[in-house]
Every structure is written in C-alpha cells, then in structure tokens.
C-alpha cells in the first residue's frame, strides 16, 4: 500500500502485507487495511501500525465498513463465515464493541449513517435489510426489498440526515426506505369493511409463527427506481442537489442517472439527468449545461446550508497542507470534532483523465 500526498505529489508512507489488500477504509482519524483473514489499524496521523486484527473469519470480499465520523471510528466486519454475525470494533480505543447477529446467512454488505450512531446490513440473500444502533447493536429497523428471489446487494448507503437508506443490486430495481417509526397516535379512521380487515389482520399476526408475523411487520420499499438494465454491479448515492434530494446511481457501463426523490410521498423516482462518464469531455460538458437549472452557479453553493461558504483557511477540519511526509506529524488542531463537509469545487482533489489512445492529452475536471 502506498499512501501519497495529493496536493504536493510526494509519498507520504508505503507498507507492504502478506496477502492482498482486499479493501482499504478511512476517514480523518484511522485508516484500515483489509486482507482476507486480518485488519490493519494505521493511525493517519504519522501513519504508524496501531492494531493488527488476526484470525478473522474468511473475508473473500473484503467486507467492512468504517464510521465516517473520526470521534468513534467504529469499525464493522464479518464476525463468522457461516452466518450473517457482524463484528463491532472501536477504532479509537482499540478495543471490541460488541456483535451483533444481523442475518442467518453471510453478510453482503455493511454501511455506517454519517455520524456512526447507526449501522445498515444485508445478507447473501439480499431479501432483508436491518439496521442496527450503535454501539449497542440493537435493531431499529427492518425492511423487506423483495420475497420472489435472491439479489446481490451492490450498494448501501444512508442519506446524510439518516432519514433514508438506498440499497441497490443486481436487479433492475433500486430500493429506497424511509427511517421512520410510525406511532399509534393517528385519528381514529372512520370504520369501514377494508379497515376492519385490517384489524383484523393485524391481530392475526399475534398468533402466528415467529418469522411468518415478523415478514409481515417488515417494512416495505418508500421508493423505487426502474433502471433500464439489469445484472450489472451499481453505485448508489442519496444527495441534496439545488436543495432538493436526489439519488444518484452510477452502473458499470459507465452512465450516472440523477433521479428525483419525493421526500414526503415517495414512490417511483423520476429520471432528471443522465450522463455518459465515457464519452468526450465536450460532449458531457454540453449535456451539463443543457439541463443545468440557472438558478445555482455551483453545486457545492445549492447544498451549503449556511449563506455563505467559509475559505479553506478557515473552514473546521481543513488543511492546506493536509496529510504528513515521513515522520511528520500532522497537529491535533488541523482535525475537527465531526464529520466535515467540503466544498466540492475548492477542496475535492481534481481528477485526469486520459483518454484511450491519446496517452499525451489529459483533461483536469
């Protein structure tokens, strides 16, 4: 593993494993190395080895999930090969959480909401969704994506504000859930025939078996998307574009789809942009501006939820200079207390692109 400063194009450290680096996970405070049956706890400060995790469960994937936010640092990972157990482990006093059995079968995905306090899994199966509290590893939630067949679940992630979850597979249908507990302290409806069923169904549930009552309180989807294809790996994200929430899917033939998502009623997402992030730079560049709305001049000005965005120089958590050269130690107070939000535009590092065949003509965006 080799680990670069971006902005100043020097290397910062490089560690060598004794088997492949299936995945690599970190946030402002750990980064975490994952091999098939270990863990590496490397402190991003000077980059020193703080913990080595050995004898995990055969992790073929790379399965784990780290807590964006650097003031826990829990680190979730597969507890057993057999069954969907998840290992907690706290990244910053290095010491065991708790586990949680999540699933009867092996887990298949694991992701943290932005400030750690809840954890999202699925199994092999992909039919159900759980999430959990943090750290104390009880269930909050469960939520059925489908009963017909069995799915690899690709991608799932929480909204920002926690209020949404976004799993999506190999299927043509993207699943989102609404975080919600519904309470009985609704008006009394007027009685009809389909509401008396309904209580009636209800109260059935109470003498049937445990696992045929417990599909039926699942919750269902809040809102869907229908892609155009099927059986290809994609990318799920829950975002607020123009100060409105969107979802974005981007799938392995190279299209991003920005969907609208109805945060009160829900339903079947609508399609507002699509883009080609194979195709030439001018060509995208021109699909851009056409469905760009005039009102923003930047993405990054439309989800700032302060009036104004503050300079790099004084905006929490920023360096200039961030990251260490060898044996530099980077001070406590270039570290924030939280998770930080950057601008996208001043602060995401800039990405070249070379275009097949033209080794010599790069593109900065």
């Keep these: ?187 009394e409806e007027p009685p009809t025939w389909s509401g008396y069923m309904g209580k009636m169904f209800q109260a059935a549930t109470n003498y049937l078996p445990a696992q045929v009552s417990g599909m039926m309180n699942q919750d269902r989807a809040f809102a869907t998307v229908r892609l155009h294809i099927s059986g290809q790996r994609n990318i799920c994200a829950l975002s607020t ?18 969907y609208n998502l109805d945060p009160q009623d829900g339903g079947e997402c609508v399609l507002i942009k699509k883009h080609s992030l194979l195709g030439s730079g001018k060509m995208e560049e021109n699909k851009e501006n056409d469905l760009q709305s005039p009102l923003p001049q930047s993405y990054a000005a439309t989800v700032a939820r302060q009036s104004t965005v503050p300079s790099t120089s004084t905006m929490p958590g920023y360096s200039e200079d961030g990251g260490a050269l060898r044996g530099e130690v980077i001070p406590e107070h270039e570290f924030a207390t939280g998770p930080v939000c950057l601008d996208d535009e001043n602060e995401f590092p800039p990405i070249i692109l070379c275009r097949g065949g033209q080794p010599g003509k790069a593109r900065r965006s």
Excluded at 241 to 258: E, N
């Design 1 to 187: 593993m080799n680990v670069y400063h971006f902005k100043k194009g020097t290397e910062i450290c490089n560690y060598s494993y004794s088997s492949n680096i299936l995945s690599i996970r970190l946030n402002r405070q750990r980064l975490i190395v994952c091999l098939e049956e270990s863990i590496y706890i490397h402190n991003i400060k000077d980059m020193k080895l703080l913990k080595t995790i050995l004898d995990t469960p055969p992790n073929t994937t790379g399965l784990c999930a780290l807590s964006i936010n650097h003031a826990n640092s829990y680190l979730a990972y597969p507890g057993s090969a057999a069954s969907g157990e998840i290992a907690l482990y706290d990244g910053n006093t290095l010491k065991d959480a708790c586990t949680i059995a999540a699933h009867d079968g092996p887990l298949a995905a694991l992701t943290f909401n932005s400030t750690g306090s809840k954890l999202a899994s699925a199994s092999e199966k992909g039919t159900v969704i759980r999430v959990f509290s943090i750290p104390g590893g009880q269930k909050l939630y469960e939520f059925r994506r489908g009963m017909k067949r069995y799915v690899n679940i690709s991608s799932l992630v929480f909204s920002m504000d926690s209020q949404f979850l976004c799993a999506s597979s190999n299927t043509e249908t993207v699943h989102i859930f609404k975080l919600e507990h519904l309470t009985d302290s609704r008006p």
């Design 241 to 258: 574009i123009q100060k409105l929430p969107r979802l974005l899917v981007t799938t392995s033939d190279g299209h991003l789809y920005i």
